[in-house]
């Protein structure tokens, strides 16, 4: 079993330029069915993950 936990104390790196991530922007995508946003580095503007939420009629 892997365990979670939560760590205040340690600020993530981004894995492109190496700079703490001290800041996440996002932008909702364009899509038929739910929403989709695409988060990225404040500093240097790569990709760090897709997300996807489905709508209520969905499940």
């Known amino acids: 079993m892997i365990q979670v936990e939560e760590r205040n104390d340690v600020t993530p ?3 492109h330029c190496g700079e703490s991530v001290r800041s996440v922007h996002y932008r909702q995508l364009e899509g038929f069915f739910g929403r989709r946003y695409v988060y990225f ?3 240097c503007q ?3 993950g897709v997300s996807h939420r489905k709508g209520f ?3």
């Open 41 to 43: 580095c404040a500093v």
């Open 46 to 48: 790569k990709v760090l």
């Open 13 to 15: 790196l981004c894995p």
């Open 57 to 59: 009629w969905m499940g």
